[in-house]
């Protein structure tokens, strides 16, 4: 009897087996003349050796396919093992920039978000400014979890100025990363959405994503990354400069931010606002601004917005 073992290094084993190791149950019934064990993150099989390298060839389309959807059960365990595992895209008419957690189809859902996926394919570094809750941070995240997934990029690098949104916060107990996690949970929360626990805990722990502050850029060159600066508004002159000399080869950059909401002192220009009128011509710079129309949180948000907006107008002399 051959023995056959195929060890799990890119899709989570605990999430690919499912509950109970279901799907290896289904598996199981597909393959009646092997003998199929789950131990740890390896599967083991026991057969012959013909019906073996079928079951190897049949297992890679299924990890593909988990890999790609972070989804798996047994109608499409079984839709793949007869033959017809036809990698259909969503049935919306939008393209699915990639499957999220539990196969969460996510995709650019306004025009102005569909002008940044846009600009980012044809530009390495582009700048996206709008207000809060126009998707300027989720796609970014988007962006640079598909290009990982699709090998375009060796690492993600996430990184925001440790600016407070006009309150003091004070002194802040534990190590550096539980002094920093509050002002990168927006970055979390995306990656939550589009990447499982486990694997999610193993980029971080590795390096594959990054999540740092401002300062921890000085000094580095990034190669092969695709890295976002979040809340770009809060950055100076100095902070910008340093990070936009940061690209290194193979990069692709995207700066976000909201001019509207800037938390510096007063009288220290914003980094971003000064970068927009400096850059605007350099080609290979992309700009792409989203507004009011592109609000995908609650329907109050926007009015909220616009109300403010008509206030700061009639206070502005």
Known sequence: MNELIIELTEVSPRDFFGQGNVNIQTIKKHFPKLKIIARGNKIIALGDEDVLEDFEIQFDKLTSYFGKYNKLDDHIISRILVGSDSDREDSGNEPVLLHGVSGKPIKALTPNQKQMVAAVQKNDMVFAVGPAGTGKTYTGVALAVKALKEKQVKRI?????????????????????????????????????????????????????????????????????????????????????????????????????????????????????????????????????????????????????????????????
Do not use: C, W
Request: hydrophobic letters at 40%.
């Open 157 to 317: 690098i996430l990184t925001r100025p440790a600016v407070e949104a006009g309150e003091n916060l004070g002194f802040l107990p534990g190590d550096l990363k539980e002094k920093l996690d509050p002002y990168m949970q927006p970055l979390y929360d995306a990656l939550r959405d589009m990447i499982p626990h486990e694997k999610l805990v193993t980029y971080l722990d590795t390096g594959v994503i990054q999540i740092a502050p401002m300062a921890f850029m000085r000094g580095r060159t990034l190669d092969h990354a695709f890295v976002i600066l979040d809340e770009g508004q809060n950055t100076t002159h100095a902070q910008m400069k340093m990070f936009l000399t940061r690209m290194g080869r193979s990069a692709k950059f995207i700066i976000t931010g909201d001019p509207g909401q800037i938390d510096l002192p007063r009288r220290v220009i914003s980094g971003l606002k000064e970068a927009l009128l400096v850059l605007k011509d350099v080609e290979g710079v992309g700009i792409v601004f989203l507004d009011d129309r592109d609000i995908i949180r609650h329907p109050l948000v926007s009015k909220v917005i616009n109300a403010y907006k008509n206030i700061e107008n009639i206070e502005t002399p």
